[in-house]
């Protein structure tokens, strides 16, 4: 009788981690801080030496800040946990990518880190672990989850969970999936946000999207790699990255550059 009762509560339990969360939105009087009509997020994966040696700096110069998304199994991340210290005391987001980076169904991943061979326990015990190292380094206790290759879903596919039930237990927000799109502060999953990547994208394709994002009031999160060629194999050029973060930095009035925490912690105040 027990075992037929712990059976029916395990079953609603996993029903609910296969579906997404259901979105939210802002209420009717929802304004931009300081009169902003959109916002930006710049977010940059897997930890890194660009990150720390030019990028944040180069953010930092231009007067903003950025989310960099590590995975702490990264050589340069963990060689290099002053360099990251130093990065978020300048205002930087230090996300949570996981431990191991594990991925669905990617080409370039081995059966140890597929996260079709993921459960539910192990992937939470690998977020608890890199919040925790991430905690030592940067002494803060709220962080977004970026997710690795953008996937959301772990477990075989006749029997997946969604990461956003899990997600919800240790992060007030999730990048989520790419899907090119902004977010409408109107209707949005906090737990899959959504992304735009910008690897290999000129300035005036990004600005573009950008424009067109913030004349309807909406806020676009990019995803990078590397910044400048020979950094990673995926990589914004110098010149393009240089070319937007200066066009931010003179457009700080009409548009709000701030990491993902900062942002979705504006609006999740809102709703
Ligand atoms: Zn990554």
Redesign the pocket.
């Known amino acids: 009788m027990i075992s037929i009762f712990r059976r029916a509560k395990k079953a609603i339990h996993d029903h609910r981690l296969r579906r997404q969360v259901p979105s939210v939105s802002v209420g009717t009087d929802f304004a931009w801080p300081a009169g902003a009509a959109g916002a930006v997020s710049l977010t940059y994966?897997?930890g890194i030496a660009n990150h720390f040696q030019h990028v944040a700096p180069a953010l930092s110069a231009a007067g903003l800040r950025g989310t960099f998304?590590a995975?702490v199994m990264s050589e340069d991340f963990r060689n290099n946990t002053d360099s990251w210290r130093a990065v978020t005391a300048r205002g930087h987001e230090l996300g949570n990518?996981t431990v191991f980076?594990p991925c669905r169904a990617n080409p370039g991943i081995t059966r140890d880190f597929d996260l079709r061979g993921y459960t539910e326990k192990r992937w939470c015990a690998e977020i608890e672990l890199a919040n925790w190292i991430l905690g030592q380094v940067d002494n803060q206790t709220e962080r977004t989850f970026?997710n690795?290759?953008w996937d959301n879903w772990l477990g075989p596919d006749e029997n997946r969970i969604c990461l956003e039930q899990l997600a919800a237990r240790y992060f007030p927000a999730a990048r989520g999936e790419r899907n090119d799109l902004p977010v409408n502060p109107r209707s949005f999953n906090r737990y899959n946000l959504g992304t735009r990547s910008a690897d290999g994208e000129k300035f005036s394709t990004l600005q573009d999207a950008i424009e067109s994002a913030v004349s309807r009031g909406e806020w676009l999160i990019f995803t990078m790699?590397g910044v400048g060629q020979g950094t990673n194999s995926l990589f914004i050029a110098d010149a393009e990255h240089r070319a937007l973060i200066d066009w931010l930095a003179a457009n700080r009035q009409r548009i709000w550059t701030a990491p993902v925490v900062e942002v979705s912690k504006y609006l999740l105040n809102s709703i």
């Open positions: 994966d897997d998304y995975h990518h980076h970026g690795t290759c790699h």
